[in-house]
């Protein structure tokens, strides 16, 4: 259904908005610096005993009734099950699924959920969460606390979250953490993607060792738990301790 959005609406939502569109006044820039760093600390302070995280990225428009849905209750249960937190964009559909299966499974359910005038409001099933202005301050927190990536059937947000996942992986610039996309079928067009840049050399085919596409939620736990929990060691990894200097 398309989404009728009035101009104050997006002038209340988009802090982006003046952000991106060229040189202001440098008053104003410093102004938002500030509003970011200030928004970068609070994340911090938020996340930062939540404990190991995967994050589940996914639609925010599939229904309760979608079988992606109850596909999405099931890993985020399972990951609980593992001992992670799950972490998602806060919000409805895929990412409540998640948050929902974690909490009812009785793990731990945290989100990042991002201020528009339309679609993302956060759901009830997270112990603990913050609402971003900044869209690129809450995708760093989706990455920074998180030792894997579940990707499930999802948009173009969820098309520029994997992507971006995988090209900090694939430049090193964080660690080789596993990256699932769940749905063979779905997911079809851009395995075939990765096969045409292998072809034309725009990618290595060792990239495509990146990910792993599949349609089995044991396979996709295995995956995992072989190449997260067990390879950072995250069952007996300690949370940090806490600052008194800091009010924590």
């Known amino acids: 259904m398309e989404q009728h959005v009035t101009k104050e609406q997006i002038d209340i939502y988009s802090k982006d908005i003046p952000f991106i569109e060229g040189p202001r006044r440098r008053e104003s820039e410093l102004y938002t610096v500030i ?16 404990g190991p995280c ?10 309760e009734d979608h079988p ?7 890993i985020g249960a399972r990951l609980a099950d593992m001992g992670l937190t799950v972490m998602t964009g806060g919000g409805p559909g895929l990412m409540e699924a998640a948050n929902r299966g974690a909490k009812e499974a009785g793990g731990r359910s945290v989100g990042c959920n991002i201020l528009l005038p339309f679609e993302q409001k956060p759901n009830p099933y997270m112990d603990k969460w913050m609402d971003f202005q900044f869209f690129f301050v809450r995708k760093v927190m989706l990455i920074k606390y998180s030792y894997g990536f579940v990707v499930m059937p999802g948009g173009v947000g ?12 694939q430049t090193k610039k964080v660690i080789n953490f596993p990256i699932v996309l769940i749905g063979k079928d779905y997911y079809k067009d851009v ?8 072809e034309e050399e725009t990618i290595s085919n060792s990239d495509k060792d990146l990910f792993l596409v599949t349609d089995s939620m044991d396979q996709a736990c ?6 997260a929990v067990e390879k950072f060691n995250l069952k007996t990894k300690k949370l940090p301790g806490r600052s008194k200097l800091l009010f924590e």
């Open 35 to 50: 509003q970011i760093m200030t928004e970068f600390i609070k994340g911090f302070r938020t996340f930062h005993f939540v």
């Open 158 to 169: 969820t098309m520029d979250e994997l992507f971006q996942a995988l090209t900090l992986i």
């Open 68 to 74: 992606y849905y109850k596909m999405t209750m099931e």
């Open 191 to 198: 395995t075939e993607l990765f096969d045409r840049m292998c």
């Open 54 to 63: 995967i994050t589940v990225f996914g639609s925010a428009r599939i229904k």
């Open 222 to 227: 295995e995956h995992i738990h072989v190449h």
